[in-house]
């Protein structure tokens, strides 16, 4: 999807940014009809892992509420 239709990649890419401060790497599958958006963000390395998993949980909303057809997100923080 991210190279076929560039708009579906650039809202997930805004909903990261916009939870994030920053996009990192999003790529977005398509399975049917349904979305996967995938995404890995740089984070403080001083950041405790409930607050990692906290912003993986606002970034999920984000592009879930940014893209209908989403199926599943996985954001992964390091």
Do not use: F, K
């Not at 997930?12 to 916009?18: K, L, Q």
């Not at 009809?33 to 405790?48: A, H, K, M, N």
């Amino acid at each position: 999807v991210s190279e076929e239709e560039p708009e579906v990649r650039e809202r997930a890419e805004a909903a990261v940014r916009s939870v994030a401060g920053t996009t990192g790497e999003v790529v977005v599958y398509r399975q049917g009809r349904r979305l996967l958006v995938v995404t890995s963000l740089e984070s403080d390395p001083g950041i405790s892992v409930r607050a990692a998993h906290a912003l993986a949980s606002r970034v999920e909303d984000a592009v879930r509420d940014a893209l209908d057809a989403v199926d599943d997100v996985i954001v992964e923080v390091h």
